[in-house]
C-alpha cells in the first residue's frame, strides 16, 4: 500500500500541466535632429613678429574650440568675422579680419566671409576657429576682440 | 490508518496540482520608453529621461519546480526609413517577489526560477538599451524584448 502511494505522486507530479506564456515587451523611442554647441576653450590673439597681423594662428595664440554634438542632419554656419572692441588709439578700417576652421571639418584658407558646412549624426566632437586681424598700418596698444558668430541648426 | 489520512490529505493537491492547464499571466503595467544618450550613440530607457517596462508576472506555478522566467531575444523592430546602421543590443532585469528577487542581463543571466508561493506576484523592472557606433537617425525606434514564464 506504501508503495502505491508512492507511486501515485510520483505519477501525479509526472503529469503536472505545462504552464508557458510569452510576451513581447515593447520599448519606443523617438529622435529628433538636434545639435548642441559650446565654446570649450576660447581663442587667443597673439601679434606676429612683424606686428601686421594679430591672430590666434600666430605663436603663442590659441584657436578657440567649439564642441559640438550633432543628432540627425544638420548646418554649421560660421557668421563672418568682426572686429568686435579695440583700444582707443586704433583705427579699424584698414584691416581685414578672416577666419579659419579645422576639426570636424576643414577649411584652412583663411576667409573673411560667413561660410557653412553640413554634418550628419556626431558624436562629441571639436571644431577648431582661427580669427585674425591684418593690418599693415600695425596695432596700437591694448586689448582686441574679434568674433564669429557660429550657429547649428 | 495512517496512510489513508495521508491519501485524504493528498486528494485535494494532487487534484490542485493536476488541474486544467493556467498559463501564467504576463501584463505590462509601465510602457518602456527609450532615450538618446548625450552622445547620440545609444538609445536606452536606462539613459536619462528613458523609462523602464514594469511587468507584473502572476498566476506562477505552485509545484516544486516554481516558474521559470526567461528574458530573451532583444531586437529593434522598427526603425526610420533608411536607416541601416549596425547596432548592438543589451537588456537588463530586475525582478522581486516576495521578500526576495533577481537581477542579470541578457547575456549573463537571462533566466531566473521562482520557488512555489502561494499568491504569488512577480514584478519585473526592464531596460532595453540599442547602441549604434554611428548614432541614430531621427524619427521613430522601436525596440522588443520577449519575457517568457513556463
Known amino acids: 500500500m506504501r508503495h502505491l502511494s508512492g507511486l501515485v505522486i510520483v505519477v501525479a507530479a509526472a503529469c503536472l500541466p505545462t504552464r508557458t506564456a510569452a510576451?513581447?515587451?515593447?520599448?519606443?523611442?523617438?529622435?529628433v535632429d538636434t545639435c548642441t554647441i559650446a565654446v570649450a576653450t576660447p581663442g587667443v590673439m597673439m601679434l606676429s613678429g612683424d606686428g601686421t597681423i594679430l591672430g590666434s594662428d600666430q605663436t603663442l595664440g590659441v584657436p578657440a574650440t567649439v564642441t559640438v554634438v550633432s543628432i540627425g542632419s544638420n548646418n554649421i554656419a560660421l557668421s563672418a568675422p568682426t572686429l568686435l572692441t579695440y583700444p582707443a588709439g586704433y583705427t579699424p578700417g584698414g584691416g581685414t579680419v578672416a577666419m579659419n576652421y579645422t576639426g570636424l571639418a576643414s577649411h584652412p584658407a583663411f576667409s573673411s566671409l560667413g561660410l557653412n558646412f553640413d554634418i550628419g549624426m556626431l558624436s562629441l566632437s571639436s571644431l577648431f576657429v582661427n580669427l585674425k586681424v591684418t593690418d599693415a598700418a600695425g596695432f596700437a596698444q591694448g586689448t582686441y576682440t574679434a568674433k564669429t558668430v557660429l550657429t547649428c541648426s | 490508518?495512517?496512510?489513508?489520512?495521508?491519501a485524504a490529505l493528498l486528494v485535494p493537491l494532487l487534484a490542485l496540482l493536476t488541474g486544467p492547464a493556467q498559463a501564467c499571466t504576463i501584463g505590462v503595467s509601465t510602457a518602456g520608453v527609450l532615450k538618446l544618450s548625450n552622445d547620440g550613440h545609444t538609445l536606452s530607457s536606462g539613459n536619462s529621461g528613458g523609462i523602464a517596462s514594469v511587468l507584473a508576472i502572476s498566476d506562477l506555478d505552485l509545484d516544486l519546480n516554481g516558474t521559470t522566467i526567461t528574458i530573451s531575444n532583444t531586437r529593434l523592430d522598427t526603425t526610420p526609413a533608411g536607416f541601416a546602421a549596425p547596432v548592438s543590443y543589451a537588456a537588463t532585469y530586475n525582478a522581486v517577489w516576495l521578500l526576495t528577487g533577481a537581477s542579470?542581463?541578457?547575456?549573463?543571466?537571462?533566466?531566473?526560477?521562482v520557488p512555489p508561493v502561494l499568491n504569488l506576484v512577480?514584478?519585473?523592472t526592464l531596460h532595453n538599451t540599442v547602441t549604434s557606433a554611428t548614432g541614430f537617425k531621427q524619427g521613430n525606434y522601436t525596440t522588443k524584448t520577449t519575457v517568457t514564464c513556463s
Do not use: E, I, K, W
Open chain 2, 1 to 6: 490508518m495512517q496512510l489513508a489520512r495521508l
Open chain 2, 104 to 113: 542579470g542581463s541578457l547575456v549573463s543571466n537571462p533566466s531566473f526560477t
Open chain 1, 23 to 31: 510576451l513581447d515587451v515593447t520599448f519606443t523611442g523617438l529622435v
Open chain 2, 122 to 124: 512577480v514584478t519585473v
